[in-house]
């Protein structure tokens, strides 16, 4: 791995932190970090940012997670709780907590489940897809202003070398082993 050989004139936090355990640790092999530290660091701005954008429609990041999910859950909008813990990657009991408060706002109800009479599903309301498709469009907005900078070409290789190191270390990705 070789340090950004592109790099301005003009260095962000990372090379400041690179640059600081250089000092105090030379032997330290920070190549990597040029990259990690800015995945990082990209990503808690976006995370702030979507929250920004979800707080003007009354949603906290962790609604908007639960909402969307469900929003993309086909024409029903509705799945069980546990099929929606597995794709928040959040405990039962924390699901739970999150459906209920959700419920409370009128955002989601519960059903019973048709597949198992023991179940239930969680469904989106119409305030709640109403409230998930006004979050969806403003996140869209934050998300297109924050890849300005880059131009088609490279969004396009900048989307390519992500796939590539995502698919390699996620170990939720489906065509892993």
């Given amino acids: 791995m070789s340090q ?3 790099q301005q004139d003009t260095s962000d936090a990372v090379d ?13 092999d920070t190549t990597a ?24 429609v009354g949603l906290e990041n962790a609604d908007f997670g639960i909402l969307a ?11 069980t709780p546990t099929e ?7 405990t039962s009991g924390g ?5 209920d408060r959700l419920d409370r706002r009128g ?16 469904r989106l309301t119409d305030a709640g897809r109403d409230a998930i498709d006004q979050a969806v469009v403003l996140q869209q907005d934050v998300e297109h202003r924050m890849v300005e900078p880059l131009d088609d070409e490279e969004v396009a290789q900048l989307t390519g070398l992500l796939r590539r190191l995502l698919l390699a270390v996620d170990p939720d990705t489906p065509t892993r082993g």
């Fill in 69 to 79: 999910a469900l929003r993309r859950a086909g024409p029903d909008h509705a799945v």
């Fill in 33 to 56: 970090k040029h990259v990690t530290g800015r995945i990082i660091r990209l990503g808690a701005l976006f995370q702030q940012a979507f929250g920004e954008s979800s707080a003007t």
């Fill in 107 to 122: 955002l989601v109800e519960r059903v019973p489940n048709p597949a198992d009479r023991r179940g239930s599903l969680v």
């Fill in 16 to 28: 400041e932190i690179v640059a600081a355990w250089a000092v105090e640790m030379p032997e330290l």
């Fill in 95 to 99: 699901m739970t907590a999150a459906i």
């Fill in 4 to 6: 950004d050989t592109h």
């Fill in 84 to 90: 929606l813990a597995r794709r928040r990657m959040m």
